[in-house]
């Protein structure tokens, strides 16, 4: 008897490079992009922390008295530069790029 169906499926048949895929992680952090970021004039800040509850990568941090902005993660919004109450950060443009 004649054999009616043939399988449809041969992953056999799939090229090696028809689809290829990631097998190393390489995190890109926003400081590999960003185009501005925050300096914080330490004089001005008085550790009010609007900077640190508006940031939306939760990248400002803590120092023993102001608050800085962890550069690696800083995407370059200018949220806290426009929240912060006493003017005290400005954005300025990334250098080389
Ligand atoms: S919002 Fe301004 S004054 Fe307040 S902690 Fe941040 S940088 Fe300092
Ligand atoms: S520029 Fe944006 S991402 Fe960077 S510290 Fe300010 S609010 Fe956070």
Known sequence: MQRQSRNLF???SIP???API???LSPMLPGDWRSM???VDR????KCAV???YCPVQCVVEMPRWF???LRACKGCGV???ECPHRAIAMIEEAGR
């Open 10 to 12: 041969d992953a056999a």
């Open 16 to 18: 090696n490079d028809l």
């Open 22 to 24: 990631a097998t190393v």
């Open 37 to 39: 970021r925050p300096v």
């Open 43 to 46: 004089e001005r800040c008085v």
């Open 51 to 53: 900077c640190w509850a």
């Open 68 to 70: 800085d902005i962890d």
């Open 80 to 82: 806290c530069a426009a």
